[in-house]
C-alpha cells in the first residue's frame, strides 16, 4: 500500500496545490483592496422595470450590488444623462423607430426610446440602491450630439469623461463593473477600462443586458478578447 506521502509525491506538487482546499480557495475569491473601484453603471428608474427602456429582469442587480458594494472601499456610480432631444433617442430622426440604426459622424448608432433627460425622474438613481460610501457620481451622455455608453469615452472615441484621470489620481488599479446594460454602458465602459489600462472585471450577475441584434453575445466576446475578467459576484471576498 502506498502511504500518504508517496501518494502526495506521485501526484506531483501541481495536483497537491490544486487539492489544498485552501489553495482552491484562493484561486477562485478575490479580495478588493485600496487600489479597487467598483463602477456602479447607470441603474436609473428608466432601465428599471416601468421605466421607458426597461432591461429585463433589471431590477434584480440591485441585491447583489449592494451586498457586493460592502467590499468596496472605493464606489463610482454612473448616470446616463441626456439631454431633451438627445441624438441618441429615436424620436429625432423621422421615420426612425427604437434600435433601428442610423450613421453619425462618429460611426454607427442604435437608436434608442427617450431615455434618462436630464433632471427627470427617469434619470434618478434607484432609490434601493444602498451604497453610502460612494463617491463620485459621472454623468455622461449630456452633449446633445454624441451618445456616451461609456463612462470613459464619448461615443466619438475621444472625448474623456474624467473618470480615467481620476482613477488614476486615487492610484487605481483594478476595475470591476456591474449594472446595466451588460451589452452597452457595462461592456463599453469595460472595454475602454481595459484601453486606460485597468485590470477589468465584469461581474456577470450583477449586470442584465438589452440584447439587441445579437449585442449580448457580441459584448461578451469583444470583452473576452479584450481580457476583461468575467466573474461572479460570488468570486469577491465579502470579509478579511
Ligand atoms: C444604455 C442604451 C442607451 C445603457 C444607455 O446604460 O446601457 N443603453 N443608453
Ligand atoms: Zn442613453
Not at 421605466?51 to 454612473?78: C, H, Y
Not at 455608453?149 to 470591476?176: H, N, Q
Amino acid at each position: 500500500m502506498l502511504d500518504r506521502r508517496q501518494i502526495l509525491t506521485a501526484l506531483g506538487t501541481s495536483a497537491l496545490a490544486a487539492l489544498a482546499p485552501g489553495a482552491l480557495l484562493a484561486a477562485t475569491s478575490i479580495k478588493p483592496d485600496e487600489t479597487s473601484v467598483l463602477l456602479v453603471i447607470d441603474v436609473q428608474n428608466c432601465f428599471l422595470p416601468g421605466g421607458s427602456l426597461a432591461v429585463k429582469d433589471g431590477e434584480q442587480v440591485v441585491p447583489v450590488i449592494n451586498k457586493m458594494a460592502k467590499a468596496f472601499s472605493n464606489v463610482v456610480m454612473t448616470q446616463d444623462w441626456h439631454t431633451p432631444g438627445h441624438v441618441s433617442f429615436a424620436s429625432v430622426h423621422s421615420g426612425k423607430k427604437p434600435f433601428e440604426t442610423i450613421d453619425l459622424p462618429y460611426g454607427k448608432q442604435v437608436l434608442w426610446p427617450d431615455h434618462c433627460v436630464q433632471g427627470t425622474d427617469g434619470a434618478a438613481l434607484s432609490k434601493d440602491l444602498s451604497i453610502p460610501q460612494a463617491e463620485l457620481i459621472i454623468r455622461k451622455g449630456f452633449h446633445k450630439d454624441v451618445d456616451s455608453y461609456s463612462a470613459f469615452l464619448e461615443a466619438d472615441g475621444k472625448t474623456s469623461t474624467g473618470l480615467a484621470g481620476y482613477l488614476k489620481g486615487r492610484k487605481i488599479k483594478r476595475v470591476f463593473v456591474a449594472g446595466l446594460a451588460t451589452d452597452f454602458c457595462v461592456a463599453w465602459t469595460a472595454l475602454d477600462a481595459r484601453k486606460a489600462g485597468f485590470e477589468t472585471y465584469v461581474v456577470e450577475d450583477a449586470c442584465r443586458g438589452i440584447d439587441t441584434q445579437g449585442s449580448l453575445a457580441k459584448a461578451w466576446a469583444d470583452m473576452a478578447k479584450a481580457g476583461v475578467k468575467r466573474i461572479q459576484s460570488a468570486d469577491i471576498a465579502m470579509s478579511a
